[in-house]
């Protein structure tokens, strides 16, 4: 069972939208972390968060916005979707301890057309 | 700057023989190492982890080892089965710390 969830599972969009990925965890867990995944390359973070009203940018410049309102919710928002946007995102959530890794959603296939 | 990096983008083994995965960091400062499976279209599920005080541990058919002076560590599936096709990630964290990924490794079990 599943204890970290990301809606949608798979998006197909035009040029110019504006999206909003869905990440929420039932855990408690304080960290939560936004990957983009392209086939073959390594999981490149773009934003993370350490707590309610806390979001950070990642190594991978995005041009999304996070947000941290509630401890369990961290979504992500594109106000204007690009073909160069196609991805997968991941979310993933870790509690204290570094042993314990993190808990990664399904992810979020995204197509830009 | 790349600090993990698994250099072989594929693997192709038989059923029943044993898997290799290789994973090399950079960073001396890293204290925790894990191996994450990745099947498409789902996310990355934990696999195994290894602290740096150790160098050997074992779970099941899965062993991780690691050489802190090499800054190497690897991931031996034995026997490996046609279910283990799959892309393994290798992680690293220094205590506490967020976590870096390699590309990951593309696993073929043939049966």
């Known amino acids: 069972e599943a204890d970290i969830y990301q809606t949608p599972r798979y998006l197909v969009i035009g040029t110019g939208k504006k999206i909003t990925l869905e990440c929420s965890q039932t855990?408690?867990?304080?960290?939560m972390y936004w990957y983009q995944q392209d086939p073959g390359m390594e999981l490149h973070l773009i934003h993370y968060s350490y707590g309610v009203n806390s979001t950070e940018k990642g190594d991978l410049s995005s041009e999304s916005t996070v947000s941290r309102i509630r401890t369990e919710h961290f979504p992500l928002t594109l106000e204007s979707a690009r073909p160069s946007h196609t991805s997968q995102y991941l979310c993933a959530s870790s509690g204290p301890g570094a042993y314990r890794g993190y808990t990664f959603g399904s992810g979020t296939r995204l197509t830009v057309v | 700057d790349q600090q993990v990096k698994q250099n072989s983008p594929s693997l192709s083994v038989q059923e029943g023989r044993i898997s290799i995965l290789n994973c090399d960091y950079t960073?001396?400062?890293?204290?925790?190492f894990l191996w994450y499976k990745k099947y498409p279209a789902e996310g990355p599920t934990f696999l195994i982890s290894?602290?740096?005080?150790?160098d050997k541990n074992e779970d099941g058919r899965f062993t991780v080892f690691l050489n802190k002076s090499a800054k190497h560590l690897s991931l031996h599936i034995v026997p490996s089965q046609p279910g283990d096709s799959a892309v393994y990630f290798c992680a690293a964290s220094p205590l506490n710390n967020d976590m870096r990924f390699g590309a990951g490794t593309r696993l073929t079990v043939k049966p």
């Open positions: 290894i602290s740096s005080i150790k």
């Open positions: 960073n001396s400062m890293f204290d925790y």
């Open positions: 855990m408690g867990h304080d960290k």
